[in-house]
């Protein structure tokens, strides 16, 4: 790596005030395991660096008596691993921490950071999707909000601006809803996803009044599938509708080529995987 | 595991490795952590194409940099080295690049400075420009492609057989070895059947987590290198070739080996920091990252037509063999891989009419060269899985299949020599035992399905190598042993000093272990190809017993009676005066071995010992995703009678595990010559999720005659038989079965879907 | 002083220490050049191995992916600070007696994974380990052996608590 500058602002605005729209070689740092990872091989070399750690309040997160989550932008993600009530009020984000990368990494790394890098082959933003978090972000003109589905928009890409911050993190209450993380590796067991389904359903037994069912990793950036979810709205779920919602999934999703394997093969998993997914949640039959 | 444990004396006995402490208080030595004072950071510049000529060469914004020390190139190499070509087999490799590159990554310029992100920074100032050439990344293709990787053959002499290919041009055929017995096609035509597969395997890496590195340092009597290699003895002898010095003024030491397979063998870095030692008058270091190591060495990917002809109720008559090996840009070992593998390579199968020919092929890939098993896993992935078809198609089990064909006791193998100590038999017995191989297997219902098989193979070791020993006893009685043999992590360490507690009688911790210093420790050949245990374990014990007689005569001078019970530090006062003086004992060991016959490759005297390696798997599958969890692995190997049992089971489990990863989940992939996945994020080795819930291991109740208290090596066994295992074993889970490595649950669900008439499309 | 460098202050290994970094220099980095502590290795680079496991107030990092410049202020222990000069830790010794290392060079990093495992959890199941453990590589494929030491470790953790 090469000589850099290491602001470590105390304020959220003194940070915001270092950041540059116009220059992409200062670079917000959260936990650093990500903005590493480019800066060794040299694909960055940031003449700047401002780490938000000394910011006061950006790394608490807080479960409110209704239910909902607010987590810090600069939250470890093994603190949310180790919390009892988190893990209680919402599984699914416990389920998926267990084998994001590793130990850790988790200890260092940031919700904040983790959101913001937009790598595709990372298992919490498809899950905060389905959850249907809310991505809150400060900039030199204020704060903002966005579903956490308008984050991402490609590979390592994002709507933020380069002076822009994402600051915090609020999942609402779930209430009864059913949720789950599908992690599938094709090469090691301890990989990047090679592709993830996060499911959130509201739904009373079989009867599905909405569902959330987003793809990633396989895809460039985490994706709703809306033909899924239109098949299932509203409806009592069957086998049949479950594998009919499960194959225009695979039909509908943007499934990419790469290292972890052929867009066909992931197409065919997604199809597979969505299907017992679904099933599982709504009880039915495994489809034979 | 199941082995007898002797109680008497230290050989035989589970005692810990003696380096425990150091290691788990981090405190073990490596070269990764040497620091010389007045050190220089080598950083390297290398190829960004596969095969090109070096049009253009720009240094000078380099050099320019502030905390530069130098910039060097071939040019400055060969001031001090007019003819700067090394390696084992071929003086093929520059130390960096002359006028053309051949892999993609081949070092062409390095940059020094005091501050290694200086040096880096160097590197990423220098400008290199190609006229690109075609590559050649097939073995098969490579054999009879005209696009030369090298113009013209420089054979090393290390090797009588290449003597032959001084000066060929117009081939990328390092060596073809062969071998004729009987008659193949006489015997083809008169079988019931005849059976032909082609196997393919891919290029790996070792990827030892300590990557390869090392220092120079000039002295005023000469040059010393400190280095992580597992031949510190070789490294001397072809420095002081490179230099044109006597060998006694190259001095080489190795600590402790963050792990080897083969990977830190020969030179690797040796020449390079020799050499850039010498024209900057400064200790240099090259600490390679672990994504350079993909650049340097790995393991050859191969091409395997296998025919046999068979009776109608299993018994193979004939059997051709057709290997193609890819050696990559450089040579380095692969000819005597291609080579040595040749004598086994028909299988531990009785045949009488057996016809192999092995080619060493240079391509336009990263070198390879020796790596865990020396092109064994290669050859038995392709005969046990050709046995297993055989078996299939005949319906017989393939079991019984095995035990029709296997070699006994006293038989001549391929080669001709006669089968001796190797318990291949037992080894079977013992792997279908365990697998409960007569017991009724449950292949599972509706989309899981579950399958178990059997691969076995077996080994020569190289030959004919030397090793040396000696033994020094110190006035008090304590003693060290000086050994070239380097710990990667075996345990040589642990049970070389074994062997001399046993014969001089002595609690292990009074002798103490002298690390490999070519100052001190005496010549050997090198530590690979499960040679040590036999060769320098023999050279150790004929030291120790060296000493032993040494120290009876002493105590006889002295005139204490025979046989009287005096302690050694007794003896010493009465010759000395005081507690004075050493014993030294020393011992050599060179076996006997005839080599093969050019045209036929027979020869009676194939092999000091037989390495034989088994392994049985059990799978199941996720036929809805070609997901594949292997349930259960079973090595079983004859190593002789072990030393330290425990060292033994571990190196039997990592060496399965090792051979896993070349199964499953490991390929270096190459597109447009770029090698797109040199790290960890992208090349997956084994992890601890990973491992089958249950792997079990067994040294058969052997005994290698004229090993030292038994023994012989057993480093590379288990990796034998790991890969056609499952592979058999996803045969009879799914009935489909796969011919190329890795096995990847892609392949495995493609090769369901088309078996189901439902390919994937594309 | 430049302000791509600065001085840090921190206790390492139970004793207050300080040091001058650029700021572009990592953890495992300094502690090796500065410090003699190499327990801690760079291996893969991409914290995918463990090798250089080092402890950050309590919590396990990859020293390789982590800046020197931000241990100011920070408790930093690695191998070096574990058991006594007579005394291994138990974890330690569990791991001498299962055989659970052959090269070494992953060893550390394991021991402080599986120190800070059974700090967190004293009776892990065999399941839990292998996760825990999952972002620790072992080339030589000591994985039974290391299971089996971790095993040993909690039930001797557990003897003498």
């Known amino acids: 790596m090469t000589p850099f500058e290491l602001a470590e602002p105390r304020t959220l605005s003194e940070a915001l005030a270092l950041l540059d729209p116009n220059d992409t070689s200062v670079r917000a740092l959260g936990g650093g395991t990500a903005l590493m990872l480019m800066m060794k091989p040299g694909f960055l070399k940031p003449k700047r660096l401002v780490s938000l750690g000394k910011i006061g309040d950006l790394s608490a997160f807080r479960l409110s008596p209704d239910g909902s989550l607010r987590i810090g932008a600069m939250t470890r993600l093994a603190a949310l691993e180790r919390s009892a009530e988190v893990a209680k009020a919402f599984p699914v984000i416990a389920h998926t921490l267990r084998t994001l990368s590793n130990r850790r990494v988790r200890n260092v790394a940031t919700i904040g950071g983790h959101v913001a890098h937009a790598d595709p082959h990372t298992d919490l933003p498809p899950v905060l999707i389905a959850l249907d978090a809310t991505i809150e972000i400060a900039g030199p003109a204020g704060q903002r909000k966005i579903p956490a589905e308008a984050l991402a928009t490609g590979y390592l890409e994002t709507s933020l601006k380069s002076n822009e911050l994402v600051t915090a993190i609020a999942i609402p209450p779930q209430g009864g809803k059913r949720s789950i993380y599908v992690k599938v590796t094709t090469r090691a067991a301890d990989d990047w996803p090679a592709l993830g389904i996060a499911i959130s359903l509201d739904a009373q037994d079989r009867t599905v009044k909405t569902a959330r069912i987003v793809v990633s990793a396989a895809t460039e950036k985490p994706t709703r599938l809306a033909s899924a979810e239109a098949l299932l709205n509203g409806r009592q779920a069957s086998d049949a509708s479950i594998r009919e919602a499960a194959r225009a999934a695979a039909a509908e999703a943007a499934i990419v080529t790469d290292m972890q394997g052929s867009a066909a093969y992931k197409r065919h998993l997604l199809e597979v995987h969505l299907n017992r997914a679904l099933g599982g949640l709504l009880g039915a039959r495994r489809g034979a | 595991m199941a082995v007898t444990e002797m109680q008497s004396g230290q050989v035989g006995r589970s005692l810990p490795r003696r380096e425990s402490t150091a290691k788990v208080t981090g405190r073990a030595d490596y070269v990764h952590n040497l620091r010389l004072p007045g050190m220089l950071h080598i950083k390297v510049f290398r190829s960004s194409i596969a095969h090109g000529r070096i049009k253009r060469l720009d240094v000078s914004a380099a050099k320019r940099l502030a905390g530069v020390h130098s910039v060097i190139t071939s040019d400055d190499v060969r001031k001090l080295i007019p003819e700067p070509y090394f390696g084992p087999a071929f003086h093929d490799q520059p130390i960096l690049a002359i006028d053309k590159v051949r892999h993609i990554g081949e070092p062409v310029a390095v940059v020094l400075a005091t501050d290694p992100h200086v040096a880096e920074e160097g590197v990423a100032l220098i400008q290199a420009e190609y006229d690109e050439l075609p590559g050649v990344y097939d073995e098969v293709a490579g054999a009879t492609a005209t696009t030369y990787v090298h113009d013209v053959l420089k054979p090393a002499g290390t090797f009588p057989d290449l003597k032959h290919l001084q000066g060929k041009k117009n081939t990328n055929i390092a060596l073809d070895y062969q071998l004729r017995r009987g008659d193949v096609e006489a015997a083809f035509a008169k079988a019931d059947h005849v059976f032909e597969h082609t196997f393919r395997t891919q290029q790996v890496m070792h990827v030892p987590l300590e990557p390869m590195v090392s220092a120079a340092e000039p002295t005023p009597s000469g040059l010393t290198i400190y280095t992580a290699s597992q031949s510190p003895s070789f490294v001397r002898i072809e420095i002081a070739r490179l230099l044109g010095w006597p060998e006694n003024k190259v001095r080489v030491k190795v600590p402790h080996l963050g792990g080897g397979f083969g990977a830190k063998l020969y030179i690797k870095l040796e020449a390079l920091v020799a050499a850039l030692a010498l024209i900057t008058q400064r200790p240099v270091k090259l600490s390679q990252t672990m994504e350079e190591q993909f650049f340097t060495i790995s393991k050859h990917a191969t091409t395997f037509k296998i025919k046999s002809g068979v009776t109608k109720d299993g018994k193979i008559v004939a059997r051709r063999c057709d290997v193609w090996w890819n050696g990559g840009a450089y040579a380095d070992i692969g000819p005597r891989v291609t080579q040595k593998s040749g004598f086994t390579a028909a299988g531990p199968y009785d045949i009488e009419n057996v016809h192999l020919d092995s080619f060493a092929v240079y391509t336009t890939r990263p070198p390879a060269g020796a790596l865990r098993g020396f092109g064994i896993p290669q050859l038995v992935w392709a005969y046990e899985s050709h046995t297993d078809l055989i078996a299939r198609a005949l319906d017989i089990d393939p079991v019984a299949i095995r035990r029709k064909n296997i070699l006994r006791e006293g038989r001549p193998q391929a080669t001709g020599t006669k089968m001796k100590d190797a318990a291949i038999e037992q080894v079977l017995e013992r792997l279908a035992a365990r697998m409960n191989w007569d017991r009724p297997f449950d292949r599972g219902t509706g989309t899981v399905k579950r399958g178990r098989g059997v691969g076995i193979g077996f080994k020569a070791v190289i030959a004919p190598t030397t090793s040396v020993a000696i033994v020094n006893v110190y006035a008090d009685g304590s003693c060290s042993l000086y050994c070239s043999t380097v710990d990667m992590g075996q345990g040589s360490d642990t049970i070389m000093t074994q062997i001399v507690a046993d014969v001089l009688n002595l609690p292990i911790e009074r002798v103490s272990m002298v690390h490999p210093d070519t100052d001190v420790t005496p010549y050997d050949m090198a530590t690979l190809g499960s040679r040590s245990t036999f060769h320098m374990g023999n050279a150790v014990k004929l030291a120790a017993e060296d000493a032993k007689g040494k120290l009876e005569a002493l105590a006889k001078e002295v005139g204490l009676p025979a046989g009287a019970n005096v302690p050694v530090g007794e003896i010493f006062k009465k010759k000395y005066g005081m507690q004075a003086g050493n014993v030294v004992g020393s011992g050599s060991f060179i076996p006997s071995y005839k080599s093969p016959d050019h045209a036929t490759g027979m020869t009676d005297n194939a092999t000091p010992f037989w390495m034989i390696g088994g392994t049985g798997a059990e799978v199941e599958i996720d036929t809805e995703t070609g997901d594949m969890k292997v349930l259960r692995i079973v090595n079983v190997a004859d190593c002789g009678t072990p030393i330290n049992p425990r060292i033994v089971d571990t190196q039997l489990s990592g060496g399965a595990v090792m051979q896993l990863g070349f199964t499953l989940t490991e390929e270096m992939q190459f597109e447009n010559g770029q090698l797109r996945n040199p790290t960890l994020a992208d090349y997956k080795i084994p992890g601890m999720r990973d491992m089958p819930a249950a792997m079990e291991n067994e040294a058969v109740s052997a005994r290698q005659h004229d090993g030292p208290f038994g023994a012989k090596g057993v480093g590379e066994s288990a990796t034998f038989g790991v890969s056609p295992a499952i592979a058999n074993a996803i045969h009879d889970a799914v009935g489909v079965r796969l011919t190329e490595l890795p096995i990847t649950p892609e392949r495995l669900f493609r090769a369901l879907a088309v078996a189901n008439g439902k390919p994937l499309k594309d | ?161």
């Open chain 3, 1 to 161: 002083m430049s302000n791509t460098s600065r001085l840090v202050n921190f206790t390492l290994n139970g004793r207050p220490v300080s040091a001058r970094v650029d700021m572009h220099h990592t953890l495992v980095e300094m502690l090796r050049t500065q410090f003699d502590l190499f327990g801690a290795r760079e291996s893969c680079a991409q914290g995918l191995c463990g090798c250089c496991t080092v402890l950050v107030d309590g919590q396990a990092v990859s020293g390789c992916l982590y800046f020197a410049a931000l241990v100011d202020g920070a408790t930093i222990e690695t191998v070096e600070h574990l058991g006594a000069s007579d005394r291994l830790d138990p974890v330690q010794q569990a791991f001498i007696e299962c055989g659970a290392f052959q090269c070494g060079f992953c060893t550390p990093g394991f021991i402080l994974m599986t120190k800070q495992l059974l700090d967190e959890n004293p009776n892990p199941t065999e399941d839990e380990i292998r996760h825990y453990l999952s972002g620790n590589l072992c080339r030589c494929g000591a994985y039974p052996e290391i299971i089996a030491a971790v095993k040993s470790a909690a039930a001797k953790r557990r003897a003498t608590a």
